[in-house]
């Protein structure tokens, strides 16, 4: 399968815990996205890399928050000291090819469901 | 701030019904428009796009959208829905502005009754 491949598809902790979920992008595109979605919500935007480089994050996300992409490759999203209203679905997509830019479209993954008791 | 609207949170149709959802977004700008569907148990997936030409755009599964510039809008239409039409839609804005970043409405729920 060479789609977006996401690890854990369920995550279960307590509260204050760090967790780590990991996203592997399709190999060919350059820009990789971390959403969050809640029931009954659309995909909330949290960052975005260009390779490497975070070029953007969200101004509502909390500083217990933090991704990485460190060889614009796969990218872990941590959470640190997890809340309750941390439990989320936690997707992740992919887009950007130089060999089709004009074909603009995010590819996404299946999600990990976090749940902190 | 940017933002999308979906008015319509939950619909309910009888197969062979027409659909149109709605969705409007603040951005005074060029922007990228999209709609994305979830079905039941499976990932987010692209719906149909509009990037720059000819208005109504054509998607798959007879699914097709027309942005209107003055009103800020990209309302989704089907002439005639069937059962496996039901599914989660999402409307999506990517302002060209230099970001990739790409902005999703709450969603629209569509259930098709056989």
């Known amino acids: 399968d060479t789609g977006v491949s996401q690890d854990p598809r369920h995550k279960i902790t307590k509260r204050g815990q760090n967790v780590t979920f990991r996203c592997d992008p399709i190999s060919e595109h350059n820009r990789l996205y971390w959403y969050r979605q809640t029931l009954g919500q659309g995909p909330e935007f949290l960052t975005y890399?260009?390779?490497?480089?975070?070029?953007?994050k969200s101004r509502l996300l909390s500083d217990r928050f933090s991704a990485e992409r460190p060889k614009g490759s796969f990218s872990t999203l941590e959470i640190q000291r997890t809340e309750q209203g941390d439990s989320a679905m936690y997707l992740c997509?992919?887009?950007?090819?130089?060999?089709?830019?004009?074909?603009?479209?995010?590819?996404f993954g299946s999600g990990t469901q976090l749940s902190v008791l | 701030a940017q933002s999308v609207s979906q008015h319509n949170h939950h619909v309910i149709l009888s197969e062979a019904a027409s659909l149109e959802l709605g969705c409007n977004y603040s951005?005074?700008?060029?922007?990228?428009l999209f709609w994305y569907v979830q079905y039941p148990g499976q990932h987010l997936q692209l719906l149909l796009k509009y990037f720059s030409g000819d208005p109504l755009v054509k998607g798959i599964k007879g699914f097709e959208a027309e942005f209107i510039k003055s009103k800020f809008s990209f309302n989704l239409r089907k002439p005639s829905v069937q059962w496996s039409d039901t599914a989660e839609y999402f409307c999506a804005v990517n302002p060209y502005s230099g970001t990739y970043k790409y902005i999703f409405g709450t969603g629209t729920r569509l259930k098709v009754l056989a």
């Open positions: 997509a992919s887009s950007g090819s130089f060999r089709l830019p004009t074909n603009e479209k995010l590819f």
């Open positions: 890399f260009q390779n490497e480089a975070q070029l953007e």
């Open positions: 951005y005074g700008g060029t922007v990228n």
